[in-house]
């Protein structure tokens, strides 16, 4: 049994067993990665796929043990291959950021300065995805750490820390009804078509609640992932925008009104995440708390020697958390 081989079969599955892909991301050859697969089952005496003539079809019950013990065989030969760096060079290496467009264009910029300007060494790659799709970098190791808001259910298998809560905002036109309004509700947003977050994305799941609460369905007439188009669409007249807080701009943003919603929609909380297990090296802790200040060191590694989030959410509940 070879590590390669171990790769190889975890590899195919993450491109949906289709070998040739396979073959193509790994820079080899088709037929040296169904070599080394067939060589592998037969060592073990068992199909870890099915086949259906040349093509495998889907992944055996048995197949489906010897991956997920290989994912973690393979994670483990990263933290050794990460623990060797963190001796020979510390302020080298790669960090992987998946999160979503808001994180990536409000929250992050300066961290990410300031990040970059300590550790020029270290190469920084962003992800942008939804929120399945970063939970699965995460469990495939493609990424080091996931910035999230929504469906923290995704991540049992990670590590997820609080960072801060955010609050929304009603943007309109300057000519708009609701800009002259001392006070809205969430009965007058009612009234009005919606232009908003896709459900799953940053933090919409709050808007759901909110109306469904006091028995009032939204009328979302537009839906996109990134605050800048929602708010190019508030522009255009098709609706009253609900967005993060945060995304609001001064200098960009002057020919609309953002009115503080807080009042209306309860606060998200933005947490950030990693596989467990995941050796972290000295650079990643340093990120981790140019983000969120209040992770240093010492309290992420009191995090880790905890056995699941629901201790980590009791470990946090007494901190004040800083709200943007």
Known sequence: MKLQQLKYIVEVVNHNLNVSATAESLYTSQPGISKQVRLLEDELGIQIFERSGK??????????????????????VESIKAVAGEHTHPEMGTLNISTTHTQARYALPDVIKGFTTRYPKVSLHMHQGTPSQMSEAIAKGTANF???????????????????HWNRSIVVPKDHALAKKAKITIEDLASYPLVTYVFGFTGRSELDTAFNKVGLTPRVV?????????????????????????????????????????????????????????????????????????????????????????EIEEMFKDIDLPVR
């Open 222 to 310: 537009f839906t996109a992932t990134d605050a800048d188009v929602i708010k190019t669409y508030v522009r255009m007249g098709m609706g009253v925008g609900v967005i993060a807080s945060m995304a609001i701009d001064k200098d960009q943003d002057e020919d609309l009104v953002a009115i503080d919603a807080s009042h209306i929609f309860g606060a998200s909380t933005t947490s950030i995440g990693f596989r467990r297990g995941t050796f972290l090296r000295s650079y990643m802790f340093d990120f981790m708390e140019r983000f969120a200040p209040h992770l240093t060191r010492p309290v992420v590694e009191q995090a880790l020697s905890l056995k699941s989030n629901a």
């Open 55 to 76: 093509h495998l079809t889907q992944v055996t019950s048995a197949g489906e043990d010897i991956i997920r013990i290989s994912q973690e065989i393979l994670a483990r």
């Open 146 to 164: 996931a910035i999230a808001t929504e469906a923290l259910h995704l991540y049992q298998d990670a590590i997820m820390l609080p960072c801060y």
